[in-house]
């Protein structure tokens, strides 16, 4: 469906605003099947997102039913290879991070492992928290987002404007989803499982699917900092 003829309307009149605040990274799904019309119209209008020049770099592969199922196998399996099945397509922060951002990444990690009541010393539990990570968190679909390995800072912008298009949208059709970088930490067995060429290099999943609204896990407030952090104002 060429992008231009997407339906324009909200189904539900969901402002942008709304959207932006019910739209949380959902951690467990209910695994009810998602209709792929909603997933065609979702992409179809996402298909708006601008980017630099209009090279609308994203490209993304869609998977459900047993192709997901192999994908989950394929990277079960380098899991179990510990350490040495690790094949890092990128550095997922920078080595080093330092604060504030260090702190951010650590608050959000002990946040959710709060609502999940999981304290620092029960190692194990977190880390089976983490692995579902590899699962979807039991999402039915899986969006692989990848670009060609030309492509630099920038169009990775492009892609991360595409990736919010895509999720606010998703949120406008009741479904919930979670961007997952961690498959990027198996990024050539996600590549070959997806059948993508070397020229392509793996950015992140995205889990989707109908949220599961009791789990404590999708109810935790993550917090935001405030805008004197980012925002600088010069001139008002
Ligand atoms: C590009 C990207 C990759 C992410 N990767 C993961 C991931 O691998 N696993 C995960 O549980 N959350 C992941 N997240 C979710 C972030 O932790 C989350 O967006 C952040 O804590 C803010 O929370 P919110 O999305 O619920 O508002 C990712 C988010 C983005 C934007």
New binding site residues.
Partial sequence: MPANDAPSASPVGLSVTDALHR?????AFTGEAVDPAILKTVFANAQRAPSGGNLQPWQATVLAGAPWQRMKDAVAARIAMGREGRQAEYD?YPKGLTDPWESRRFG?GEA?YASLGIPRENKAGRLTQ?MD?YKG?GAPVMLFLHCSRIMGPPQWSDM?MW??SVMLLLVEHGLAS??????AMYGQTVRETLALGEDQIL???LAIGHPDEDAAVNQWP?A?VGLEEVIDWQGF
């Fill in positions: 739209r949380r990274s959902v951690r997922i959000v959710l983490f990570n968190f991360g990736l919010q979670c961007p997952q970088e961690c498959w950015f992140a999943g993550v935001r």
